[in-house]
């Protein structure tokens, strides 16, 4: 099966963004059910009330890294028809996927369809490094690998009045791969091979060159 990413850099007010690419995976089933994988926040505050938001749209079963086996993670992310990965540290999440030893497993399922909604850090690990946030690496991780689904690498929140490009260029004496740039409203919708902006402002950043604006319903190649 195909892959099936929605990637946002915000997820609307009171998650409607996210809520509505959920939906159509989840509506149909007899039992839905969400993995929700809130690793790159050091707090459970959002918890309470991600339930609250898909309460009746489907069940939610927390991934924890700290406290579960791996036989635990498995099990959920087996038995899930749609993983939910939220903002929060980028450094941290992959650091807590890699630590536990989940990240392969998190992208073969990816790889054989399992839709993901993500946003934010959740949206950048999906490249293939995690080095375009802007993050603080608080948790001194030593492990920078993202999914390494799509072949670009992705920095959140980019507002292109404001932000300078500079360090972003200097990624680019090390690593070739281009860089989306999604503005808060953004989403990035990948159906397959296919990776297309679906909504909101973007720009992609390649070697050597000036970001150009990508356009709404495009495919974006390398």
Request: proline share 6%.
């Amino acid at each position: 099966m195909p892959l099936n990413l929605h990637l946002f850099s915000t997820p609307g007010e009171d998650l409607r963004d996210a809520l509505e690419a959920c939906r159509p995976h989840l509506e149909h089933k007899s039992a839905p059910l969400v993995a929700y994988l809130p690793l790159a926040s050091l707090s459970t505050r959002w918890q309470g009330y991600t339930e609250s938001v898909f309460k009746g749209l489907a069940r939610i079963e927390t991934v924890n890294t700290e406290t579960m086996t791996f036989a635990e993670m498995e099990d959920i992310l087996r038995r899930a028809h749609l993983v939910y990965i939220p903002g929060g540290n980028t450094f941290l999440l992959a650091h807590r996927l890699h630590a536990s030893q989940l990240m392969p497993y998190l992208r073969k399922k990816f790889q054989a369809g399992l839709p993901l909604v993500a946003f934010s850090a959740g949206a950048i690990l999906c490249g293939p490094n995690i080095l375009t946030s802007r993050d603080m690496n608080m948790v001194e991780t030593p492990h920078f690998g993202g999914l390494n689904l799509l072949p670009f690498n992705f920095h959140a929140h980019y507002y292109d009045d404001i932000d300078k490009d500079d360090w972003l260029a200097d990624y680019h004496v090390f690593q070739p791969n281009p860089v989306i740039l999604l503005e808060d409203g953004a989403y990035l919708r990948v159906e397959g091979r296919k990776t297309s902006l679906a909504r909101g402002a973007a720009w992609i950043l390649r070697q050597g060159r000036e970001k150009e604006a990508l356009l709404a319903g495009d495919e974006i190649r390398v």
